[in-house]
């Protein structure tokens, strides 16, 4: 399949124009000894029909999409109405770039003006960014921030973060002389208020947690700000799991100076964990260190009410080495689908999936640990998932539940000590009452 | 005179109690008093309230306030800005790919595993790299992972060493990558042809030299002939090229940037492999290495054997996770696809059009746009706005006006060695009718500067919004909007 429009007259034209007879002659400038002299050893071409049975088949060979799961752990599936499909697929959203030309890109700015502005609701705070990659580089930056912010040299980890997003933030502060040092939790599920006590002894840039933490427990985010605060750090607030904020009170509100996560609740599907949304809220002194796009309202020379990108000096292009972060382009296509994906739903209708999803869970975690020998883990109250304990090893659990179609939850044991026969299981709206009654009765069966 | 409709913000439309029926009732007894005595959110004051017309309306609306690739040419200097294949776009949202979680068993997600696979395969053979990552979410990542892939690799030996050079015709995205990777960048001059200047090269090039990042062709569109000898250089030294392949859809199937000493490299997905720009992303930045490399790369890697595939994640020498899960999978099915369509001779032509469609508007626009260097163009060409300076004309006035024309103004911020910049990026999927309407678009407009510059200063006319006061809206922000009391 080619999408090429040029016709063999048109090339000839356009040889004779340039001055040359091939095309060939056009990379004069490559040294010989280099260039390709064989094809590439890439798969014959294929037309639309056969790529779409090629692709189809690759699909079909992903069997997950016929189990009834419970999977969460950082993406999450949620209803997406068919409104955010079809909007967001419009050509005019989806093949633009970076809106460098406002004047012709209003559309994209003026959505992104909304998106901030929902994200500055959501979270309780000043200012929000135009988005970030996802959740564990929104976390990332969040620690760079704290660190430019404060200038010390430490910022305190829950180990309820969830282990991937401790993993890239280790991965970015590795090289810059920053340390990450692990705050363990408590019987509970949270954050241990004695062990951060203890570590907040030395001076730290921020106290980085998650909220409905990786075990699906609501931290005290109030409680934890007031202790980050106390040693004048700053309390970094991250969530893996954004359609909780419809439901919690926003992070801002409750002490946290920076609110990030992960927006794929939101509209976007889990696509095997990618594109996803990254979302970052600050305090508005902090804005010259946010990272990222971030769009302004304006007017233009006739007075009309438009939309700009702005405070451009803290980014690459102008600062160079001395940016805020290296990121240019972000995910505006996926920070249109979550707008959508709000504005449709609305005030009541997040209150009612977000509220949905707690209820759900909570029915959820009654049937189950009816389930003889089936306990809950942790004590600390939960939005859309808990850890469950088991009395038998969970993969062999895992494997029982999968032969009767089930992917009941995701084993903790290999990423927690501590944590054997635990899963951690997560129930969203789309689970109905007869689909977690399903999982109650297999889990009985696999365990009598 | 009828007032022209303006699109109020959501937030000005709606009015308490509307709203889009979209959940069932629960079907779980209700527990009115759970989550008691937890924080617990009121009304969020402001949050929409609009039904669904008059949200497919708002978006439809201000749909129209954009320019995009399926309206005409745009001509993004390095941002290559090429159709976007519909079936691309069909195929990945099938349920079986966009309904999988990157949770799920290695076992039942074989399909994604190895779609990942392929294309770091393809990945691989086209650029003449060893192996590739494809957790990077956009360029700039790459360039980051890239980069603390050649720190890790120089600190096994030793030393992670100091600096890295970079030239002064590189994207900011390079300076600052480097940086947060903790290096100090020193910068290397560009000689007249606007290629690296060996004898700069050669007095930098130390011990204390971890890397060269170079873009090739670079920013100027002009491939660094002596890039050979570029990586002969740095390898002296006991440095890494890091190869920025934002521009590599001028090479594809033409030369590979393995066999000219690159030891590093990015690929922009979303440019060279035709993945839509979304309105600035998302986009994907796979890393590509040489061999003596491949231990460093992000964790998990995919293995395959005996047709199976699974994640590796027992690799002690990884630089570690750059991102969670497994990249921008959505982003990957599509760049995968626009491979398998075209095989080896339409991946070739990928470069041959893109190169041709270039020279073409080079050719048509000497003589009336100043360039700078006169080294042969690749896939873009850089022009300024010299000429027209003379009638107090700049590159933002023709921009501007270009709007006017129907078409999308070119790159114009970079590079920094070109004032009044106007980088130009045709790609290979235009037609000769749409380049031509650029052509004649850009003569009219030289020929408007001399005799009426005051209507490219006041330029666009046509557009929902005419010129915008950037000074002010940066001076005063308002970020979001805020409910009158």
Known sequence: MSYLSLSDQDKKEMLAAVGIRSTEELFGCVPKTVRLKKDLDLPAPLAEMDLVRAVEEMAGRNACSHYLSFLGGGAYDHFIPAVVDSLSSRAEFVSPYTPYQPEVSQGTLQIIFEFQTLVCQLTGLDIANDSLYEGATGAAEAVLMAHRLTNRPKVLVARTLHPQYREVIRTYIKNLGVEAIDVPYGQDGRVDPAALAALLDDPVGGVVFQSPNYFGVIEDVKALSEAAHGRKALSVAVTAEALSLGLLEAPGKLGADIVTGEGQSFGLPLSFGGAYLGFMACRKEYVRQLPGRITGQTTDVEGRRGYVLTLATREQHIRREKATSNICSNEALCALRATIFLESLGKDGLRQMAWQNAQKAAYALDVLTAVPGVRRKFAGPVFNEFVLEFPKPWTKLDAALRDKGILGGLGLEGAFDGLKNCALVSVTELKRKEDIDRLARTLKEALS | ?485
């Open chain 2, 1 to 485: 005179m009828i007032k022209e409709i303006r699109e109020p913000l959501i937030f000005e439309l709606g009015a308490p109690g509307k709203k889009a029926d979209i959940l069932p009732a629960l079907d779980v007894p209700e527990k009115k008093d759970l989550l008691r005595g937890v924080a617990l959110r009121g009304d969020i004051d402001g949050f929409p309230e609009v039904s669904e017309p008059e949200v497919a309306r708002h978006f439809t609306r201000l749909s129209q306030k954009n320019y995009c690739v399926d309206l005409g040419l745009y001509p993004l200097g390095s941002c290559t800005m090429k159709y976007n294949p519909k079936v691309n776009e069909r195929l990945s949202g099938l349920p079986g790919l966009a309904g999988s979680h990157p949770n799920a068993p290695e076992e039942l997600v074989q399909g994604n595993l190895e779609i990942l696979r392929r294309l770091e395969t393809s990945l691989c053979e086209i650029a003449g790299m060893d192996a590739f990552t494809l957790q990077p979410a956009a360029g700039a990542h790459g360039e980051l992972t890239g980069m603390m892939i050649i720190r890790a690799a120089l600190a096994d030996r030793g030393d992670p060493r100091k600096y890295v050079l970079i030239p002064d015709s590189a994207h900011g995205t390079n300076p600052s990558s480097a940086h947060i990777c903790g290096y100090a960048v020193k910068e290397i001059k560009s000689n007249e042809d606007g290629m690296i200047d060996l004898a700069s090269l050669e007095q930098e090039m130390t011990g204390e030299v971890a890397a060269l990042m170079v873009t090739n062709p670079n920013t100027l569109g002009v491939f660094e002939s002596d890039i050979c000898r570029v990586a002969e250089i740095v390898h002296a030294k006991g440095g890494l090229v890091y190869m920025d392949g934002a521009n590599m859809n001028a090479l594809t199937g033409i030369v590979r940037p393995g066999d000219m000493g690159v030891d590093v490299m990015h690929i922009n997905l979303h440019k060279t492999f035709s993945t839509p720009h979304g309105g600035g992303g998302p986009g994907s930045g796979p890393v590509g290495v040489k061999k003596a490399l491949a231990a460093y790369l992000p964790a998990p890697v995919v293995v395959e054997n005996g047709g199976r595939f699974a994640l590796d994640h027992d690799r002690p020498k990884s630089i570690g996770r750059v991102r969670s899960f497994n990249g921008n999978f959505s982003i990957i099915i599509r760049a995968l696809c626009y491979i398998m369509s075209l095989g080896p001779k339409g991946v070739r032509e990928i470069a041959e059009y893109a190169v041709l469609n270039a020279n073409y508007i080079r050719k048509r626009l000497e003589g009336v746009y100043h360039l700078k260097y006169g080294a042969a163009s690749m896939h873009e060409c850089v022009f300024s706005d010299k000429f027209q300076k003379d009638f107090g004309v700049t590159n933002l006035d023709i921009a501007k006006r270009l709007i006017d024309y129907g078409v999308h103004p070119p790159t114009m911020s970079f590079p920094l060695i070109v004032h009044g910049a106007l980088m130009i990026e045709p790609t290979e999927t235009e037609s000769k009718r749409d380049l031509d309407h650029f052509v004649e678009a850009m003569l009219t407009i030289a020929r408007e500067a001399k005799e009426n510059p005051d209507l490219l200063k006041s330029a666009p006319h046509v557009t929902y919004v005419r010129r915008l006061d950037e000074v002010a809206a940066a001076k005063t922000p308002i970020l979001k909007w805020e409910k009158k009391n």
